[in-house]
């Protein structure tokens, strides 16, 4: 089992971009989904995540710009990021759980993706 997140790259502060994830090995189709996201320097910190049945949670500094979503069909989850700050540079992960609910401890993850670079310049 495989998860793959894409989407990454350099914007200036202000901009969006939408981040996915895909599987391979099994679908997340209603699988807890989550968004990580690793700081330069700094430890690795939830962003948001999506269960299924409820409201997706995010952390307090991304919400209102961010949105975490989910295509069931193909079992892809994606992370919507508007009025992007510097501070929002990290490397991005996207992680599944077995379980369906969300999550946002990244211990309670079972799967995980290879991560994408989100660079914000101010």
């Known amino acids: 089992v495989q998860l793959q997140a894409s989407g990454g790259g350099s914007v200036q502060a202000g901009g969006s971009l939408r981040l996915s994830c895909s599987s391979s090995?099994?679908?997340?189709?209603?699988?807890?989904m989550g968004w990580f996201r690793q700081p330069p320097g700094k430890e690795r910190e939830f962003v948001a995540t999506?269960?299924?049945?409820?409201?997706?949670t995010y952390a307090d500094s991304v919400k209102g710009r961010f949105t975490i979503s989910r295509d069931i069909r193909k079992g892809t989850v994606y992370l919507q990021m508007n009025s992007l700050k510097s501070e929002d540079t990290a490397i991005y992960y996207c992680?599944?759980?077995?379980?369906?609910?969300?999550?946002?401890?990244?211990?309670?993850?079972?799967?995980w993706g290879q991560g994408t670079l989100v660079t914000v310049s101010s």
């Open positions: 992680a599944g759980r077995r379980s369906a609910a969300i999550s946002t401890n990244a211990m309670a993850y079972d799967y």
């Open positions: 090995g099994r679908t997340f189709s209603n699988n807890g």
């Open positions: 999506i269960g299924w049945g409820g409201p997706p």
